[in-house]
């Protein structure tokens, strides 16, 4: 018996079923693509440098779950995050601080009796080439997929990863390791200063204004330098300008050459940079200094124990490359303002180590100078990060 009402149709009926509402949300397709922007797309285009890459995911992946959740109420929460265990991390920035630590007092110690920087860097980039290559040999990292547009794309950068490093070991040669320290801490300004000319960004009136006790911490400290030469103050000077200029030149000109380019990790992008960095010093290395790595070479320069030098040369080459593989191990596992926070420490923990292990004498300006200089590196973070939430926000 039917209990069709009189008057009714069944594609009435069928038509008045309710719908069903699908409670997956949709993401639209630029969410996607920003989600999925592989680390190596992001520091070839110069967007961010290679510590930088991991943590402009992150944020990417924090955008796009808060856009969803506040577009689609009605979905299920995702999982909480699991938490990092404590000890690990704790470990991570031990790690972090040590090698850096001892990279530095290493370095200056061999550059004190071994006044070859440009040896000392080819060394350093050796170590860590063999360092990457037991890493893919044994399967401890994965081994990376290499083709010649990702040659063609990743070689600029590994000049100016080349020289950068060049002309920090020759100020460490020159002057005390906490002044280096100090001038390097200029970095946000030649950042902002190089994307201001070359790219056209106009800095906001609070990313100026934290420049400023920046440039008055490093000047006070400069001026009250006990080691102050202009060899050293200008190589560290220069570090600065080639490292900032990387990102900027990077992303003017090389937009257009990294299509046919692999997909690559932070520590893998790296490794291989590193090992080109050898390629490209080595000859150069050869041309301008010589042999000068060797027990006779040493001897001849009145080095008596030339065992200890050539042991703290390849140990300094490791510690260099172990602290950046750990940096991004940490930066993985916390948030770009935690990492940030514990850089500038790292900074800290590096020009009080090499204050007590050389004795440097630094005046009562001096210190306050180069207190106020990382203060400003501080500052400068945290207002770079609310920038870039305000930005995200309006977008």
Known sequence: MSL???GTTRSAIRLSKPAVVCSRPRLTSCKVNAVRLPAQKAYLSGTKSISETLSRSARHR???SATCSADHPA???PAAEKKENPLILGV???????????FNIYNKQVLKVFPYPVTCTTIQFAVGSVFALMLWTFGLLKKPQFNKDTAKSILPLAGVHTLGNLLTNVSLGRVAVSFTHTIKALEPFFSVLLSAIFLGDSPTVPIVLSLFPIVGGVAMASVTEATFNWGGFLSAMGSNITFQSRNVLS??????????AVRLDNINLFSIITIMSFFLLAPFTLLVEGVKFTPSAMQAMGITNSSAIMQKTLLAGLCFHAYQQVSYMILQRVSPVTHSVGNCLKRVIVIVASVIVFQNPMSQKNMIGTGISL????IYSQVKRMSGKKKVAAA
């Open 75 to 77: 979905s299920p929460a």
């Open 4 to 6: 069709q009402a009189p």
């Open 92 to 102: 991570l920035f031990m790690g972090w601080y040590g090698f850096n630590t001892f």
């Open 251 to 260: 992303k003017k000109f090389m937009g257009k050459d990294t299509k046919g």
């Open 375 to 378: 203060a400003g590196v501080f």
């Open 62 to 64: 924090a955008c796009l």
